[in-house]
């Protein structure tokens, strides 16, 4: 948990505008994770990407892009063709991608569109 | 592609009294995780259970995995102020963790 940082903590954008929420992790993890957070709901997958200069869409990838140039960066960029962007965003990562790897998050990003 | 359903989504208790939420798949499971996320913090991973049957204890936390491994539960006995969050549990889906939506629970001191 500690490892992971997520920046800012608080955002807010306009509409028609692009953020990029920023998610660096020290812990030397192969694997990274987006997740969205709604009130109330569970984590719904966004990207993953296993290895540097690889991603693949999760659940709900529209309106969503990623980069993964370095291990330990994870951007996520929320453009304007996201409709609903207001959420908690939540970057992870993990030892490896697959079943019975422990993810750890970070502290989160609460995105609001004003 | 598979998905973890949990239940109840919410459940409000007085401080004491124990909780249990429960967590069932379709499909047979490797492995279940279960994270729990306080109010307005992120997840944090509690455990994995593997085996079936398998009974794992955390303090007051009591987490079970099913004999036919489609289905867990944790039980909080004694609730206290401090347990008071969203526990989720998460399932293997297509080599990733797929999390359920999660019980809230909240504590009346």
């Known amino acids: 948990d500690g490892g992971i940082t997520q920046s800012p903590k608080y955002l807010f954008r306009k509409e028609g505008q692009n953020v990029t929420l920023s998610c660096e992790q020290n812990?030397?993890?192969?694997?990274m994770y987006w997740y969205r957070q709604d009130p109330g709901q569970g984590l719904r997958l966004i990207y993953y990407?296993?290895?540097?200069?690889?991603?693949q869409k999760g659940d709900i990838a529209e309106g969503y892009s990623v980069s993964r140039e370095k291990k330990e960066s994870f951007p996520l960029t929320v453009t304007s063709a996201q409709k609903n962007p207001t959420a908690f965003y939540l970057c992870?990562?993990?030892?490896?991608?697959?079943?019975?790897?422990?993810?750890?998050f970070g502290e989160g990003s609460w995105l609001t569109v004003v | 592609g598979q998905q973890v359903m949990q239940i109840p989504q919410y459940q409000h208790v007085q401080e004491g009294e124990d909780f249990t939420t429960y967590c069932n798949s379709s499909?047979?499971?490797?492995?279940i995780q279960w994270y729990k996320q306080r109010p307005g913090g992120h997840p944090v991973f509690l455990i994995q259970?593997?085996?079936?049957?398998e009974v794992k204890k955390q303090k007051r936390l009591t987490f079970q995995f099913g004999e036919a491994k489609k289905n867990s539960s944790l039980h909080i006995t004694a609730t206290q102020t401090t347990d008071v969050g969203t526990y989720f549990c998460?399932?293997?889906?297509?080599?990733?963790?797929?999390f359920g939506a999660g019980t809230r629970l909240t504590v009346k001191p």
């Open positions: 812990l030397n993890h192969d694997a």
């Open positions: 990407s296993q290895i540097v200069n690889d991603f």
């Open positions: 499909t047979t499971l490797s492995n």
């Open positions: 259970l593997v085996k079936s049957g």
């Open positions: 998460a399932g293997p889906d297509n080599n990733d963790m797929r």
């Open positions: 992870a990562a993990s030892p490896g991608r697959g079943a019975g790897n422990t993810i750890y």
